[in-house]
């Protein structure tokens, strides 16, 4: 049985009050295991700090937070950040996360699109950018889909245990 998008989701920017549940997310996604960076035992991240973090992307008009609510219930996230150096000031990446419940339903494409939209017509952004896991496919052929290009691959560079590597994925789109 397929999931249908759930077109009961809000896309709205984020709020303050939106930390601890977006804190929540991070912290589910990370003990996955799966899909970022950061293991559980090196993600410490305070709820003031989550807050500030927030605060600092709001304040900035070439970075911003979108989150996904369901029911009054926040179930996912993603945030656009966008480089300070003045050559690269036109680009930005992008890191996106989603309950674990609520994948498969259309939620990440919507919050994409939402963020594209953002992008194309913010007058200072013309190139969004993210990396992924090449064992992450389900997001790899949803990226695609939705216009992202592979640019790049970092071969091995994930250690994942004395044994296994992933590659992480470089992808862009022009807005």
């Given amino acids: ?101 609520y994948r498969e339903r259309g939620i990440g494409r919507m919050l994409i699109s939402e963020l594209l939209s953002w992008a194309a017509h913010n007058p200072f952004i013309e190139k969004v950018s993210l990396g992924v896991f090449s064992t992450n496919t389900r997001a790899i052929a949803l990226y695609k889909s939705m216009g992202f290009i592979e640019e790049g691959r970092k071969k091995k560079e994930v250690k994942v245990s004395e044994t296994e590597y992933w590659d992480d994925i470089l992808m862009y789109k022009l807005v």
């Fill in 1 to 101: 049985m397929s999931k249908s998008i759930n077109t009961a989701a809000i896309i709205r920017t984020a709020v303050l009050e939106d930390a601890q549940a977006i804190l929540q997310i991070q912290k589910e996604v990370i003990a996955e295991r799966d899909y970022l960076m950061s293991v559980p035992e090196e993600f410490n991240q305070t709820l003031d700090q989550q807050k500030n973090w927030i605060k600092k992307i709001l304040d900035n008009e070439r970075e911003t937070i979108l989150v996904a609510e369901i029911d009054n219930e926040i179930v996912g996230w993603i945030a656009f950040l966008s480089n300070s150096r003045k050559r690269l000031s036109h680009v930005g990446s992008f890191g996106i996360m989603i309950r674990k419940d």
